[in-house]
């Protein structure tokens, strides 16, 4: 089943973050029962895939300023059937920054969130079950702006809190802080 390597990394973290066993019941439900949950033709929700995309020396995290929903977010994108959700989120890195060189820090999941994305002249509202993976950019070079950004910028992850008031963006940071405990 091409469903089960994403099984396996959500099970990882059930172990690692007891305290998100609501949202990860949730998220495993959807893919078990689900056989075309990587396919953005699912009308009522799909597997996305996002970068915590760090710089070399950790210190800041690259958003995005979304066009479409218009606030700063990490980068990521639609799996459009790639199972392979890590694979995804560096696709979706690539794309959305112009950087050339990016390596994950870890083959685990960094992160999970379930997200409504509100109806818009090319589709009904429906759920994104975002899989987010720890990356870093591994040279300091300018940034190119995609067509699905206004704007993108190396935030410092310590004042990421002046820039965004995401409940998912803070918890990553949280996590990110705490990584090392």
């Given at each position: 089943?091409?469903?089960?390597?994403?099984?396996?990394?959500?099970?990882?973290?059930?172990?690692?973050?007891?305290?998100?066993?609501?949202?990860?019941?949730?998220?495993?439900?959807?893919?078990?029962?689900?056989?075309?949950?990587?396919?953005?033709?699912?009308?009522?929700?799909?597997?996305?895939?996002?970068?915590w995309?760090?710089?070399?020396?950790?210190?800041?995290?690259?958003?995005?300023?979304?066009?479409?929903?218009n606030?700063?977010?990490?980068l990521?994108?639609?799996?459009?059937?790639?199972?392979?959700?890590?694979?995804?989120?560096?696709?979706?890195?690539?794309?959305?920054?112009?950087?050339?060189?990016?390596?994950?820090?870890?083959?685990?999941?960094?992160?999970?969130?379930?997200?409504?994305?509100?109806?818009?002249?090319?589709?009904?509202?429906?759920?994104?079950?975002?899989?987010?993976?720890?990356?870093?950019?591994?040279?300091?070079?300018?940034?190119?702006?995609?067509?699905?950004?206004?704007?993108?910028?190396?935030?410092?992850?310590?004042?990421?809190?002046?820039?965004?008031?995401?409940?998912?963006?803070?918890?990553?940071?949280?996590?990110?802080?705490?990584?090392?405990?």
């Amino acid at each position: 089943m091409h469903r089960n390597a994403l099984l396996s990394l959500l099970d990882v973290y059930k172990n690692k973050y007891p305290e998100e066993r609501e949202t990860l019941d949730a998220f495993i439900h959807f893919v078990q029962d689900n056989t075309s949950c990587f396919e953005r033709s699912l009308a009522k929700g799909h597997v996305t895939g996002s970068a915590w995309l760090v710089n070399r020396d950790h210190s800041k995290i690259l958003l995005t300023h979304h066009r479409k929903l218009n606030k700063w977010l990490q980068l990521g994108g639609h799996a459009d059937g790639e199972s392979n959700i890590g694979a995804v989120a560096l696709r979706e890195a690539y794309e959305e920054s112009g950087l050339k060189s990016i390596v994950p820090l870890s083959e685990e999941i960094f992160d999970i969130d379930i997200h409504r994305i509100p109806e818009n002249p090319k589709e009904a509202a429906h759920f994104h079950y975002d899989v987010r993976f720890a990356l870093e950019a591994q040279v300091c070079e300018k940034v190119t702006v995609s067509l699905e950004s206004h704007d993108l910028s190396w935030i410092s992850i310590l004042g990421l809190h002046e820039q965004s008031d995401e409940t998912s963006i803070l918890r990553m940071r949280q996590k990110w802080f705490s990584k090392d405990d």
